[in-house]
């Protein structure tokens, strides 16, 4: 067993900090320039000035259908959470209709199944989407089309709908969510839900770029700050090409990190993050706003740092990564559950998340005095050490070429192989530790507790496939053939493609047909699985 | 003895493809020939490539529960062969309970997340060995 | 092995794979095999596809296959990538990008192994290309990762070469040109959406222009550049049409070609006697006894290496008269 005098990333830490730090000479001299109160430039010690003011408290959510994903919303509300977070069944993730002959084992198993207008309705029956915030992980477009379409039938105005959409353009192809269609029709695609909310839904974060789920990749603090950096950097640009005024969208972009269990790193990482994210805004793209510097920064914690040996140790490895959190304020949590090696979070698991962000801030009261590492020595050393790391990796980066030519060439791919394969023979050679898996193991008969919860399993929702099936077929055809052409010709144009989807969303078109009409505009087959055929063929 | 060929690849929608590509990479270095499959497999498309690849062993790399549903289908159209490719399995999310249910239905070897490499080579070597002195 | 080449002519997969299988394992009955097989070979029309490693190979032949077999053509697929220098093994991942034809029966896509054979192209996949023409496929495309020497190679064995080729690497053509151009049918500049595409098939027009080449024979068919995007399926039908139009070219019994092919031929030819020859030492003389006595004569000084050699050879070497008796 050894203790690590590095971090993750490779940062060498010292046995104690003096006041001779590097960072630390400057700390009264530059401290408006580098460091700036709570809710000041450069906000490297937080975006709001707002002690005690916690987070949102939430759980991911979602199994089987909306209806039973609307009941885990509920139960976890009267529970005390303050905000729902939604993730979608890997069909839906994937931008699969159930009934596709792919999605058969796996529908409403990871998350719910979504595909249709209908399904949000029932997510969100009774749930009050202007009081509390509606955080989805699930596919941006039609979250987005769905609230806008749900408020308007609610009577209420779109613009007070409070959430947000993780977007995930460059990454989202190697890590798990293949929407197997060009690359630029899903960065234009971000690109047009951003502009419909920035218009339509101004309190409605339609940029939550999403660092968490591709660093689970094995990637440190560093990559994932950098890779999150490039992603923004670029869609930025592009929306700024569009001739989009920088402030009309910064103030809704928000960076969903991951958290590991290397303590410091990842508290040096979110200040670093803060404060590069403000000096870029600003002094490279221009902003004038304060609210498009300061960025919202909401984790969740990692699921690559849980082990499924001694489920139970999950628990404390999620209550040290929200400490961390809590120290370096952070605006929304989601805990990976105990049981996350296992399966999407079962009832047991995601009241013991809940709880454990509740003791953590209401017990601890550990949000009342806000960055209290700054000034710290060792941490603001450490905040510039990761931060220049992350200026570097960004530039070398973009020294390699067009973001989107390394996208289409395979580079990020690459990266992250890369990344996971160090990762396991870090784990393998015991570098990472990981109690209970590489070091100090129980027998496996002895390793009972929270096993019966974990192990526990439900039926895929194989029904739902049918059901579709006779929905599909009792609906108004032509109006939903014409909806879908609408779709796909604006698709080959270069006009938002948000209106039409909302249209055809309306008309009961599913998220199968939807995308299918668009990667057919674009050249690309309507099912890329090779099972299905067009609606709008012929 | 010549190269080892092993098709590797995921079945349904189990879009976690770093744990197969590892795995591939190891077998790889290890002088194995991998045709990788990768992911949006069905048991059909599995025994096929396997087939048209004449490979002696079928590895599945599973992170999330469908396998269990595919398994029985793989196994099933694999007894219609002649001589059936031994079939390995390795993945993160199996339980004790599922790695005797895959040897009930003619799984040959099963890898979870703390297997060392040592083993995983030595177990698709013994099983090559054995499936091309039977397809002699 | 009579019933393995009356299955596979019939079109039977597994005998066809297992044959491959053979061959790539130099398995002295695959030579059998393939000498029976011969009088079923020459029908399929063989594409090579070649070009440096992210050019999009892989999704073009996807789209070839999926023209081909909209026109009624079943297809045969050799996908070949290269073994690891180290270990020998080697990662095969080009069927991914076929996915979706796998359970085509008309279809048939096999992944080899250039086993540290440097150029790609391999002994075995010359003879895995006849295992498929006398399978019975109408297009057989080869597709290599290009670094130099496989243009060349991938021609010895294609009917038309495709190089493909991606804009921003108009650098590196100058350095491989005299391998490139003399093999290149048809140039691709894919992923042509990307603002650089122009200038590359510009650039390359402007290179075939002032092509030599080692044949002697003047070449009339200007190589075509065609551009696509593989991943939206663009370009593809124009491709279709050129490779067209080279087929009937080549039919035509263009001079050029003819000495070309009688160059791959030759090269073909010279490769099984250097690979006889050697086997036949191997097991002659190899581990004999009498090998190992001549070593240790050579090495006390006490014999002369070339005189030991000359012997060798000459007792691997059939007297003439007897081999043209044989041949008679």
Same mark, same amino acid.
């Given at each position: 067993?050894?203790?690590?005098?590095?971090?993750?990333?490779?940062?060498?830490?010292?046995?104690?900090?003096?006041?001779?730090?590097?960072?630390?000479?400057?700390?009264?001299?530059?401290?408006?320039?580098? !460091?700036?109160?709570?809710?000041?430039?450069? #906000?490297?010690?937080?975006?709001?000035?707002?002690?005690?003011?916690?987070?949102?408290?939430?759980?991911?959510?979602?199994?089987?259908?909306?209806?039973?994903?609307?009941?885990?919303?509920?139960?976890?509300?009267?529970?005390?959470?303050?905000?729902?977070?939604?993730?979608?069944?890997?069909?839906?993730?994937?931008?699969?209709?159930?009934?596709?002959? !792919?999605?058969?084992?796996?529908?409403?198993?990871?998350?719910?199944?979504?595909?249709?207008?209908?399904? #949000?309705?029932?997510?969100?029956?009774?749930?009050?989407?202007?009081?509390?915030?509606?955080?989805?992980?699930?596919?941006?477009?039609?979250?987005?089309?769905?609230?806008?379409?749900?408020?308007?039938?609610?009577?209420?105005?779109?613009?007070?709908?409070?959430?947000?959409?993780?977007?995930?353009?460059?990454?989202?192809?190697?890590?798990?969510?293949? #929407?197997?269609?060009?690359?630029?029709?899903?960065?234009?695609?971000?690109?047009?839900?951003?502009?419909?909310?920035?218009?339509?839904?101004?309190?409605?974060?339609?940029?939550?770029?999403?660092?968490?789920?591709?660093?689970?990749?094995?990637?440190?603090?560093?990559?994932?700050?950098?890779?999150?950096?490039?992603?923004?950097?670029?869609?930025?640009?592009?929306?700024?090409?569009?001739?989009?005024?920088?402030?009309?969208?910064?103030?809704?972009?928000?960076?969903?990190?991951?958290?590991?269990?290397?303590?410091?790193?990842?508290?040096?990482?979110?200040?670093?993050?803060?404060?590069?994210?403000?000096?870029?805004?600003?002094?490279?793209?221009?902003?004038?706003?304060?609210?498009? *510097?300061?960025?919202?920064?909401?984790?969740?914690?990692?699921?690559?740092?849980?082990?499924?040996?001694?489920?139970?140790?999950?628990?404390?490895?999620?209550?040290?990564?929200?400490?961390?959190?809590?120290?370096?304020?952070?605006?929304? !949590?989601?805990?990976?559950?105990?049981?996350?090696?296992?399966?999407?979070?079962?009832?047991?698991?995601?009241?013991?998340? !809940?709880?454990?962000?509740?003791?953590?801030?209401?017990?601890?009261?550990?949000?009342?005095?806000?960055?209290?590492?700054?000034?710290?020595?060792?941490?603001?050393?450490?905040?510039?050490?990761?931060?220049?790391?992350?200026?570097?990796?960004?530039?070398?980066?973009?020294?390699?070429?067009?973001?989107?030519?390394?996208?289409?060439?395979?580079?990020?791919?690459?990266?992250?192989?890369?990344? *996971?394969?160090?990762?396991?023979?870090?784990?393998?050679?015991?570098?990472?530790?990981?109690?209970?898996?590489?070091?100090?193991?129980?027998?496996?008969?002895?390793?009972?507790?929270?096993?019966?919860?974990?192990?526990?399993?439900?039926?895929?929702?194989?029904?739902?496939?049918?059901?579709?099936?006779?929905?599909?077929?009792?609906?108004?055809?032509?109006?939903?053939?014409?909806?879908?052409?609408?779709?796909?010709?604006?698709?080959?144009?270069?006009?938002?493609?948000?209106?039409?989807?909302?249209?055809?969303?309306?008309?009961?078109?599913?998220?199968?047909?939807?995308?299918?009409?668009?990667?057919?505009?674009?050249?690309?087959?309507?099912?890329?699985?090779?099972?299905?055929?067009?609606?709008?063929?012929? | 003895?010549?190269?080892?060929?092993?098709?590797?690849?995921?079945?349904?929608?189990?879009?976690?493809?770093?744990?197969?590509?590892?795995?591939?990479?190891?077998?790889?270095?290890?002088?194995?020939?991998?045709?990788?499959?990768?992911?949006?497999?069905?048991?059909?498309?599995?025994?096929?490539?396997?087939?048209?690849?004449?490979?002696?062993?079928?590895?599945?790399?599973?992170?999330?529960?469908?396998?269990?549903?595919?398994?029985?289908?793989?196994?099933?159209?694999?007894?219609?062969?002649?001589?059936?490719?031994?079939?390995?399995?390795?993945?993160?999310?199996?339980?004790?309970?599922?790695?005797?249910?895959?040897?009930?239905?003619?799984?040959a070897s099963v890898f979870g997340s703390g297997t060392n490499d040592e083993e995983i080579i030595g177990s698709i070597q013994e099983l090559a060995e054995a499936f091309v002195a039977a397809s002699c | 092995m009579k019933a393995?080449?009356?299955?596979?002519t019939s079109g039977d997969v597994r005998s066809a794979a297992r044959l491959i299988r053979m061959i790539d394992d130099n398995q002295p009955a695959a030579r059998d095999a393939l000498k029976q097989l011969f009088p079923h070979?020459?029908?399929?029309?063989?594409?090579?596809?070649?070009?440096?490693?992210?050019?999009?190979?892989?999704?073009?032949?996807?789209?070839?296959?999926?023209?081909?077999?909209?026109?009624?053509?079943?297809?045969?697929?050799?996908?070949?990538?290269?073994?690891?220098?180290?270990?020998?093994?080697?990662?095969?991942?080009?069927?991914?990008?076929?996915?979706?034809?796998?359970?085509?029966?008309?279809?048939?896509?096999?992944?080899?192994?250039?086993?540290?054979?440097?150029?790609?192209?391999?002994?075995?996949?010359?003879?895995?290309?006849?295992?498929?023409?006398?399978?019975?496929?109408?297009?057989?495309?080869?597709?290599?990762?290009?670094?130099?020497?496989?243009?060349?190679?991938?021609?010895?064995?294609?009917?038309?070469?495709?190089?493909?080729?991606?804009?921003?690497?108009?650098?590196?053509?100058?350095?491989?040109?005299?391998?490139?151009?003399?093999?290149?049918?048809?140039?691709?500049?894919?992923?042509?959406? $990307?603002?650089?595409?122009?200038?590359?098939?510009?650039?390359?027009?402007?290179?075939?222009?002032?092509?030599?080449?080692?044949?002697?024979?003047?070449?009339?068919?200007?190589?075509?550049?065609?551009?696509?995007?593989?991943?939206?399926?663009?370009?593809?039908?124009?491709?279709?049409?050129?490779?067209?139009?080279?087929?009937?070219?080549?039919?035509?019994?263009?001079?050029?070609?003819?000495?070309?092919?009688? +160059?791959?031929?030759?090269?073909?030819?010279?490769?099984?006697? $250097?690979?006889?020859?050697?086997? +036949?030492?191997?097991?002659?003389?190899?581990?004999?006894?009498?090998?190992?006595?001549?070593?240790?004569?050579?090495?006390?000084?006490?014999?002369?290496?070339?005189?030991?050699?000359?012997?060798?050879?000459?007792?691997?070497?059939?007297?003439?008269? $007897? $081999?043209?008796?044989?041949?008679?």
């Open positions: 067993m050894t203790r690590t005098s590095r971090t993750r990333s490779g940062i060498r830490l010292k046995s104690n900090y003096r006041p001779d730090e590097g960072a630390s000479e400057t700390l009264k001299t530059h401290y408006q320039d580098n !460091l700036g109160d709570p809710g000041s430039y450069p #906000y490297t010690r937080g975006t709001r000035d707002n002690p005690g003011g916690g987070w949102i408290q939430r759980e991911l959510s979602g199994e089987g259908d909306a209806r039973r994903s609307n009941a885990q919303f509920k139960y976890l509300l009267e529970q005390g959470q303050s905000g729902v977070d939604i993730i979608g069944d890997s069909p839906t993730q994937s931008l699969m209709d159930p009934d596709h002959p !792919l999605a058969k084992y796996v529908i409403g198993t990871q998350g719910v199944s979504l595909c249709r207008h209908d399904d #949000y309705r029932e997510l969100f029956d009774d749930i009050p989407i202007d009081e509390i915030s509606i955080s989805s992980s699930g596919p941006p477009m039609f979250t987005v089309a769905s609230l806008y379409l749900l408020a308007m039938e609610r009577g209420i105005s779109p613009a007070s709908v409070r959430g947000s959409v993780l977007q995930f353009p460059f990454y989202a192809e190697y890590c798990g969510y293949a #929407y197997k269609m060009p690359f630029d029709l899903h960065l234009r695609m971000t690109c047009d839900i951003i502009e419909f909310c920035s218009k339509e839904m101004p309190k409605f974060h339609g940029f939550l770029e999403d660092s968490y789920f591709f660093s689970e990749a094995g990637l440190n603090a560093v990559e994932e700050a950098a890779l999150a950096f490039v992603e923004i950097r670029h869609v930025v640009r592009t929306l700024m090409k569009r001739g989009l005024d920088i402030d009309s969208f910064a103030p809704r972009i928000a960076i969903l990190v991951n958290c590991s269990m290397d303590f410091y790193e990842e508290i040096a990482k979110i200040r670093a993050m803060r404060r590069i994210f403000a000096r870029m805004i600003k002094e490279e793209f221009g902003a004038k706003d304060p609210r498009s *510097m300061a960025v919202v920064i909401a984790c969740h914690t990692s699921g690559l740092s849980l082990t499924t040996e001694q489920p139970a140790n999950n628990i404390v490895r999620g209550a040290v990564q929200t400490v961390a959190l809590g120290l370096a304020g952070i605006q929304a !949590l989601e805990i990976s559950t105990f049981d996350e090696g296992f399966r999407t979070p079962s009832k047991e698991a995601h009241l013991v998340g !809940l709880r454990t962000q509740q003791i953590v801030d209401l017990e601890a009261n550990i949000t009342r005095v806000q960055d209290p590492f700054g000034g710290s020595w060792f941490m603001e050393s450490l905040t510039d050490q990761v931060e220049e790391k992350v200026l570097a990796m960004i530039a070398d980066i973009e020294s390699r070429g067009d973001p989107a030519d390394l996208v289409t060439g395979g580079y990020f791919k690459q990266f992250f192989e890369g990344a *996971m394969s160090r990762y396991h023979q870090n784990v393998s050679s015991g570098e990472v530790t990981k109690v209970g898996l590489n070091v100090l193991q129980v027998p496996e008969d002895e390793d009972k507790l929270l096993r019966d919860v974990s192990e526990a399993k439900f039926e895929p929702l194989m029904e739902r496939a049918e059901q579709l099936r006779i929905f599909k077929a009792s609906r108004d055809q032509s109006a939903v053939r014409e909806s879908l052409m609408a779709v796909f010709k604006v698709t080959s144009t270069d006009e938002n493609i948000m209106e039409a989807v909302i249209g055809a969303v309306e008309t009961g078109a599913t998220m199968g047909e939807i995308i299918g009409v668009m990667r057919e505009a674009s050249g690309t087959p309507y099912d890329p699985y090779g099972h299905l055929t067009s609606p709008i063929e012929g | 003895m010549n190269s080892i060929r092993i098709l590797i690849g995921i079945l349904g929608m189990d879009q976690h493809e770093v744990a197969a590509v590892g795995i591939a990479k190891m077998l790889r270095d290890n002088g194995m020939e991998v045709i990788y499959a990768g992911c949006f497999n069905t048991p059909e498309t599995i025994l096929q490539s396997a087939i048209e690849e004449d490979v002696d062993v079928i590895g599945i790399s599973s992170h999330s529960w469908e396998y269990l549903y595919y398994m029985p289908e793989l196994m099933e159209l694999l007894q219609k062969e002649a001589n059936p490719i031994p079939v390995v399995v390795g993945g993160s999310v199996i339980t004790a309970k599922d790695k005797t249910a895959l040897g009930e239905i003619g799984v | 393995l080449v009356d299955k596979l070979t020459r029908r399929a029309r063989v594409i090579g596809i070649t070009g440096p490693p992210g050019a999009g190979k892989s999704t073009l032949t996807s789209c070839l296959i999926e023209s081909a077999r909209q026109q009624q053509m079943s297809v045969g697929v050799l996908a070949v990538d290269p073994s690891s220098p180290m270990s020998g093994g080697a990662i095969l991942g080009d069927r991914i990008r076929m996915n979706r034809h796998t359970l085509d029966k008309e279809v048939y896509i096999r992944s080899l192994a250039s086993r540290g054979h440097f150029g790609g192209i391999t002994p075995a996949t010359r003879g895995a290309i006849r295992v498929l023409d006398a399978m019975g496929k109408d297009v057989i495309i080869v597709e290599t990762v290009g670094v130099g020497q496989d243009e060349v190679d991938i021609a010895r064995l294609a009917d038309t070469t495709v190089i493909v080729w991606v804009p921003g690497l108009g650098d590196d053509i100058q350095a491989m040109k005299a391998g490139i151009l003399e093999v290149a049918d048809i140039f691709v500049v894919n992923k042509a959406e $990307h603002p650089d595409a122009e200038v590359t098939s510009n650039y390359l027009k402007s290179v075939f222009r002032q092509e030599k080449n080692t044949t002697g024979v003047p070449r009339d068919w200007v190589p075509p550049v065609v551009e696509t995007v593989a991943t939206k399926g663009w370009g593809i039908d124009a491709l279709w049409d050129v490779l067209d139009q080279h087929r009937e070219y080549v039919v035509g019994a263009s001079d050029y070609y003819v000495v070309r092919k009688q +160059k791959a031929c030759r090269a073909e030819l010279e490769n099984f006697v $250097h690979q006889g020859l050697s086997e +036949k030492f191997t097991t002659q003389f190899a581990d004999s006894a009498m090998m190992e006595e001549k070593v240790v004569q050579i090495a006390s000084g006490e014999a002369d290496i070339y005189a030991v050699a000359e012997s060798l050879l000459a007792e691997i070497t059939v007297p003439r008269q $007897h $081999h043209v008796d044989q041949l008679a």
